[in-house]
């Protein structure tokens, strides 16, 4: 596929969420290494950059195309082999990840459990599948999640799978929370110090369970952590255009609108965070991105490479 024509299917939503988008540029940056001639750096570097550019805010995209770019090789041939290589590595992570998550996360879910989740997270879906798989009785609050109504994609998934699901607007979460057991959603970007950044109106569905004493559980494979963020960098709120929020109408009177796509959930509002390497408080993110993203790798070199628009 054409590289811009594949970063335009990310930056139109065709292809979402950030375990999706993750293993998309994967396969996007596999299947053009199979392609490129005689100057091989260049072109990968190119291609990485211009699908880098399309959402700046899960850092799954990001920490996909650094794995894939630290390939090695004497030659054009052994580049592209190990390229590829790494390249199909990272695509067995994003699903061998979601396999582990899953076994370890349902055993938070007990039988006869209300849950509530937020957008569209394939990793916290296959928990709850996972869940109702081994037998257990559950039902599921699925948020709207407004403006790209998200939750009808969750909605769907679920009762497709046989679970009893629920859609409620975004402003009924804190109507609702009394008879939530516990929260679950998935993770664009998950900091150094242990925050959240997802699906705008997080934040407010974690403040609704912690003063309701619900559980708020993350479930986000390792590749969701930032090394960027323990150099110092703040991760940047990807910020659409008005047209999602307001009809035409409206807009040509003037009337303005503000559409953040994401947003931050600091780590005391989290219980625990769901990973392929076990169930951890979100206080060891920082351990995380220095064990198992080779943070001295990316930060020092890589960093330098890449940067966003
Ligand atoms: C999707 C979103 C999801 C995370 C995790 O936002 O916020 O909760 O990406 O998803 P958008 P997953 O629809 O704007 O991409 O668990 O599938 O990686």
Redesign the pocket.
Known sequence: MDITAAAEKIRS?EI???????RFAAEVLKDYATRVGDNFDEEMKRAAQILLNT?PT?V?LYNAINYIMRYKGKNVEEKRENLIKRAEEFISWVESAQRRIAEIGEKRIKDGYTLLT????????AVIKKAHETGKNIKVFATE?RP?W?GHITARQLKECGIDVTVIVDSAVRFFMKEVDMVI????TITANGALI??IG?SQIALCAKEARVPFVV???TY?FSPRTLAGELVLI?ERAEEEVLPKDLLSLGIKARNP??DVTPRDYIDVIITEIGAIPPEMAYIVIKQRLGYEEVVEEEMKIYDYD
């Open positions: 939503m979402r969420g950030a375990s999706r988008i993750a959402r899960a799954s937020h957008c569209n997270s394939s990793t916290a879906i999640s790209r998200q959603v998935g993770a664009d997802n699906k997080t479930a986000a494979e969701k990807e796509a994401f």
